[in-house]
């Protein structure tokens, strides 16, 4: 079954309003990945989370892993319309080396 | 460097018959995997490989298979197509399998078709 789950599936907002997609993990990760996918084209790396209470921030985008390693969120701030896409949550469960579990995905829409 | 390249862009087969996804990579990567992508499921691990002559199975295998003869090349092949196979296909590969420098980098994608 899907070891990641990620929510909300679909988030529409208007320009300007904020944005947050959350991810929980059944196993603690070791890190968590999150990833940008742009309609039509192919995922693409963000950012990675590896501490316990970790947060990062890249200018609107704000990342945060969870204390017990098992979930992350992804807010933006103040959404502009080249914020459209799909955002992935993935991790690695902290015993099987080499896999790489995705989350289904949030989509966001952006109103002008 | 051209990164990771996949072939074809867009292929249509019907059932039954066999095919190789080409995924190649510039990088030096050691690792590499293949997952599908169907709408609302994301992203799916079908198979992947920590390096040249090991692979592993990832959440979704059946129906595919892969080797890993090279450090750049990981085909993926489907033995006989069926219409649930229908997805678009991506590739991906990163410098380890953990640590600091695990993030992927994907291909373009195959978008293939099972009639």
């Known amino acids: 079954g899907q070891q990641v789950m990620q929510i909300p599936q679909y988030q529409h907002v208007q320009e300007g309003e904020d944005f947050t997609t959350y991810c929980n993990s059944s196993?603690?990760?070791?890190?968590i990945q999150w990833y940008k996918q742009r309609p039509g084209g192919h995922p693409v790396f963000l950012i990675q989370?590896?501490?316990?209470?970790e947060v990062k921030k890249q200018k609107r985008l704000t990342f945060q892993f969870g204390e017990a390693k098992k979930n992350s969120s992804l807010h933006i701030t103040a959404t502009q319309t080249t914020d459209v896409g799909t955002y992935f949550c993935?991790?690695?469960?902290?015993?099987?080396?080499?896999?790489?579990?995705f989350g289904r995905g949030t989509q966001l829409t952006v109103w002008p | 460097n051209a990164g990771v390249t996949q072939t074809p862009k867009f292929q249509v087969l019907k059932t039954g018959q066999s095919m190789t996804l080409q995924c190649a990579q510039d990088?030096?990567?050691?690792?590499m995997s293949w997952y599908r992508q169907d709408p609302g499921m994301g992203l799916r691990l079908i198979h992947y490989?920590?390096?040249?002559?090991?692979?592993d199975q990832g959440e979704v295998p059946n129906g595919y298979n892969v080797s890993r003869s090279t450090t750049e090349d990981f085909p993926l092949r489907l033995l006989s197509a069926a219409p649930s196979q229908t997805s678009v296909y991506f590739c991906?590969?990163?410098?380890?399998?953990?640590?600091?420098?695990?993030?992927?980098?994907f291909g373009p994608g195959t978008r293939l078709t099972v009639t």
């Open positions: 991906a590969s990163s410098y380890s399998v953990q640590g600091a420098r695990n993030e992927q980098y």
């Open positions: 196993t603690t990760l070791s890190n």
């Open positions: 989370l590896v501490k316990s209470g």
């Open positions: 993935a991790g690695p469960p902290g015993s099987t080396l080499g896999r790489l579990y």
């Open positions: 990088m030096n990567h050691e690792y």
């Open positions: 490989s920590v390096g040249a002559g090991i692979t």
